[in-house]
C-alpha cells in the first residue's frame, strides 16, 4: 500500500472520521502482507481542529494558501534586503490576507456544521502567521497533513544563538546624472563680460550647487526615513505577534491553575469519602466477627 497516498486521504477526512479509517487501512496494509505499511499508517496522528481546518484549506482553497505562502517569500525577501519601499506595500496585505484566509476556513466549517470557536480560529491564524514567516511551515502547510496548529515567535532573522538580528539600515545611493556635453553653436562676437555679470553669475553659480546638494541629502534623509519606518512597522508586528502569544499562554496558565485548584478540591472530598468507606467497612467487619463469635458460641 502506498503510505503517502493513503495519508494524504487520511488528512482530507473529518476528525470523526479519521481514526475509524485509519485504523482500516492499516489492517488491510498488514493483511495484505505489507506489515511496514500498516504500522506506517498506523502511527499517523488524528489531527487537532486547527490542523484539520488548515488541511481543508489546501484542499478547498489551494488558490488562498498557494498566494498566502508565496506573500511570506516577498516579505522574507524584502526584510532580508532591506528593501523598505517592499515592506511597505506588502506589510499591510499580511494581516489582511491571512483574516482572508482564516474566514474562509470558517465559513467551510460552518456549511459542515462546525462552528469555529475564536480559540480555534487563533490557532488557524498563528498557523497561516508561522507559514508567512517561515519556509519549513509553509511546506508543511502546503502538504495538507498537518497533526497540529503552528506557531512562530515574531517575524524576522536571527542570528545562529537564537537572537534577532540587528540588520544595519543600508543608505541608498544617490545617482547623480552626468552633464552633457556643450552643443556646438556657430561662433558669436565675444563680449567681454562686466565685473557685475561675472559676480551675479558667480553668486547664482554657488545657489544652484547649495540647492541641488540640499535637495540629494534631503532625498537621501527621506529614503532612509521611509525605511526606518518600514522596519518599524514589521516590528511592530513582531510585538504584537509576541503580546498575542503572551495572552494565550497567560489564559491557559490561568485554565491550568483552576483545573488544579478543582482537583485539589476533588482530592479531598475523595479522601473524606475514603475514609468515611474505611470507617463504616471496620464497622462491619466488627459487627460481622462478632455475629461469627455468637453462632459458634450457639453450636456449641
Do not use: C
Not at 473529518?14 to 502511527?43: C, M, S, W, Y
Not at 484549506?57 to 534586503?81: I, Y
Not at 511597505?88 to 491571512?98: A, F, N, W, Y
Not at 508586528?237 to 494565550?248: G, K, P, V
Request: no cysteine.
Amino acid at each position: 500500500m502506498d503510505v503517502d497516498a493513503a495519508a494524504v486521504e487520511l488528512y482530507g477526512l473529518t476528525p470523526e472520521q479519521f481514526t475509524a479509517l485509519r485504523n482500516a487501512a492499516a489492517k488491510t496494509a498488514k493483511d495484505g502482507g505489507d506489515v511496514q505499511a500498516g504500522e506506517a499508517i498506523k502511527a499517523l496522528r488524528k489531527p487537532t481542529l486547527a490542523a484539520w481546518l488548515a488541511n481543508q484549506l489546501v484542499r478547498t482553497d489551494p488558490d488562498g494558501v498557494n498566494d498566502l505562502t508565496e506573500l511570506g517569500e516577498q516579505l522574507r525577501q524584502a526584510h532580508v534586503s532591506g528593501d523598505g519601499a517592499q515592506l511597505r506595500r506588502l506589510t499591510p496585505r499580511r494581516h489582511s490576507q491571512v483574516q482572508r484566509v482564516v474566514q474562509t476556513a470558517r465559513d467551510l466549517a460552518r456549511e459542515q456544521g462546525r462552528p469555529v470557536s475564536e480559540q480555534i480560529a487563533q490557532r488557524l491564524t498563528e498557523t497561516l502567521d508561522a507559514a508567512l514567516v517561515d519556509p519549513g511551515a509553509a511546506q508543511l502547510l502546503r502538504s495538507g497533513q498537518l497533526t497540529s496548529a503552528l506557531r512562530h515567535v515574531g517575524f524576522g532573522v536571527v542570528d545562529e544563538t537564537g537572537e534577532p538580528a540587528q540588520l544595519a539600515p543600508v543608505k541608498p545611493r544617490v545617482v547623480r546624472s552626468r552633464p552633457k556635453p556643450p552643443t556646438k553653436r556657430a561662433a558669436k562676437p565675444v563680449r567681454k563680460p562686466s565685473t557685475v555679470d561675472t559676480t551675479l553669475r558667480r553668486r547664482r553659480a554657488e545657489l544652484e550647487s547649495r540647492a541641488q546638494e540640499a535637495q540629494t541629502d534631503y532625498t537621501a534623509a527621506e529614503t532612509e526615513r521611509a525605511d526606518a519606518e518600514a522596519h518599524l512597522d514589521a516590528h511592530a508586528h513582531l510585538i504584537a505577534d509576541l503580546t498575542a502569544t503572551i495572552q494565550r499562554l497567560n489564559g491557559e496558565l490561568e485554565h491550568a491553575r483552576q483545573q488544579l485548584r478543582d482537583a485539589n478540591r476533588q482530592t479531598k472530598r475523595l479522601t473524606t469519602a475514603r475514609d468515611r468507606a474505611t470507617r463504616n467497612a471496620t464497622l462491619a467487619q466488627r459487627r460481622r466477627d462478632a455475629n461469627q463469635q455468637r453462632l459458634a458460641s450457639f453450636d456449641n
